[in-house]
């Protein structure tokens, strides 16, 4: 396969698992609106983020050679930039995980009263961002200059519209409708797991900033991009999170 097989392969395989994660929402969406299978709807969500893992945020790419071990090698410092990464995104995750299980423990089989549609716009919104910026990641491995920039400024701007909805539209309405963290637990752990999701997806648009600017002054190579890798797993990493929250907050139980 040439190297120019190979580059179209891997865009239309980023985009075969955007297309399965689309697929993937709706079924979720369907269950929670027929049964509401608390089990169904978990099994959903962890399929989906297998997928983001594997394919999305190359979890393979940590057993890649280094050189034979030179410290002074380029191929070993990405093997340990991306360790160390990993064990960052372990460290979060650890955050994230005790939020879910605080919801779990204070709402049991409940869930606060939130607007479906906007609640499956935001997370359409991520899903996209998601896949462009895979696609942008790997236009700057094929050398696609342009490519790369157009897809990280899409990711920009769709993860900027994700924080809005979230944040300016959606708090709002549910502060109007008198769910707010001073009066029941609900409130409490929608602004709480809502929020500390919201900021991790502020600090990846602040991520994306960087390698839009270093971008654009040609600071990367197809060779040497690790930057570019690095926000692209952050981003995917945001991803993740979300596919667990969204069925935690907007499908699982009954709505108080």
């Known amino acids: 396969m040439t190297d120019k097989q190979h580059h179209a392969d891997s865009l ?5 698992i955007f297309v ?3 697929f993937l929402t709706a079924v979720e969406f369907f269950i ?3 049964n509401a299978s608390i089990l169904l709807l978990t099994l959903v969500a962890l399929i989906k983020a297998g997928l983001v893992l594997y394919y999305y945020m190359h979890i393979g790419k940590l057993a890649e050679e280094d ?3 030179d410290h002074q090698s380029f191929a070993w410092k990405l093997a340990t930039n991306r360790l160390g990464l990993w064990l960052f995104l372990l460290s979060d995750a650890f955050l994230f995980a005790g939020l879910l ?7 049991g089989f409940t869930r606060p009263h939130l607007n479906q549609n906007l609640g499956l716009i935001v997370t359409a919104v991520l899903l996209i961002s998601s896949y462009f910026m895979n696609r942008g ?3 700057m491995a094929m050398g696609d200059k342009k490519g790369f920039l157009l897809s990280t400024a899409l990711t920009f701007l769709l993860g900027l519209g994700f924080l ?9 309405t549910a502060a109007h409708e008198g769910l707010t963290p001073d009066v029941s637990a609900a409130g409490a752990v929608f602004y709480m797991m809502t929020g500390m999701h919201a900021f991790h997806v502020l600090t990846g648009l602040l991520f994306l900033l960087v390698i839009l600017r270093n971008g ?3 600071i990367y190579t197809p060779e040497k991009h690790w930057a570019v890798e690095a926000a692209a797993v952050y981003w995917h990493f945001v991803d993740v999170v979300w596919i667990f929250f969204y069925p935690a907050l907007y499908l699982m139980g009954r709505a108080l």
Do not use: S, Y
């Not at 239309?12 to 075969?16: A, D, H, R």
């Not at 809005?164 to 709002?172: A, K, N, R, T």
């Open 216 to 218: 654009a002054r040609g």
């Open 20 to 22: 399965a994660l689309a």
């Open 137 to 139: 990641e790997k236009q």
């Open 12 to 16: 239309f395989q980023g985009l075969v």
């Open 101 to 107: 299980v605080a919801r779990f423990n204070l709402l």
């Open 67 to 69: 050189d034979e071990h």
């Open 32 to 34: 929670a609106i027929t």
């Open 164 to 172: 809005i909805g979230v944040v300016f539209v959606e708090w709002p």
